[in-house]
């Protein structure tokens, strides 16, 4: 696999997953650092409806996690929600068969908490294959340092470290697209 194959994003073969962004989660995390998260996933999401590309919801424990922030559901309704108890996504059968199916080999991860359901889930899917990028300013922990050690982890692991904006341009590749004239204008 070339450099480019591995650390530039392309819309035919990418997919993004949003990991347990979730009412009673939220509330336990940084205001200010959530805001940024849900600006940061938002972005993200708006960016692949543009660009038709496939999108998955994970949920923690719903009845005790609540579900995912609403803000976020309703820029891609029409996306799976999966429920888990395992804390990777790639413990539950449905989440890795979704995968598979899309025949996507590029995960975009975004999510919480980043220490835990992020990092074990970025390692098995590292395991089995896929290409993650990592987006470092749209995954959290309730703690700097969890998901200071946490990044480290996953990039030592094979993760591509990138961020929102990075993700967007690779996914575009090009200016002056009806595409780029509407989603730049998600980051100015």
């Known amino acids: 696999m070339s450099l480019k194959d591995t650390f530039f994003l392309d819309s035919e073969k990418a997919a993004l997953v949003v990991i347990d962004v979730q009412d009673k989660l939220c509330q336990a995390m940084d205001e200010k ?18 660009l038709k590309i496939p999108v998955l919801f994970t949920e923690q424990y719903v009845k005790g996690l609540g579900a995912t922030l609403a803000e976020l559901l309703e820029k891609a309704a029409e996306a799976p929600r999966l429920e888990k108890m395992t804390f990777s996504c790639c413990g539950i059968p449905q989440f890795m068969e979704t995968l ?3 025949g996507r080999t590029q995960i975009i991860i975004t999510g919480m908490e980043t220490h835990v359901c992020v990092l074990q889930t970025v390692i098995e899917l590292r395991e089995a294959g896929f290409t993650v990028h990592l987006v470092k300013d749209a995954v959290m922990s309730r703690d700097k340092r969890n998901w200071k050690v946490a990044v480290e982890a996953m990039t030592l692991a094979g993760a591509i470290p990138t961020c929102t904006e990075s993700v967007l341009f690779q996914l575009l590749k090009v200016a ?9 204008k998600l980051v100015r």
């Open 33 to 50: 650092m959530l805001g940024k998260l849900t600006k940061n996933v938002g972005i993200l999401l708006e960016s692949v409806a543009e």
């Open 100 to 102: 598979k199916a899309s």
């Open 176 to 184: 002056g697209t009806d595409a780029f004239k509407k989603l730049s």
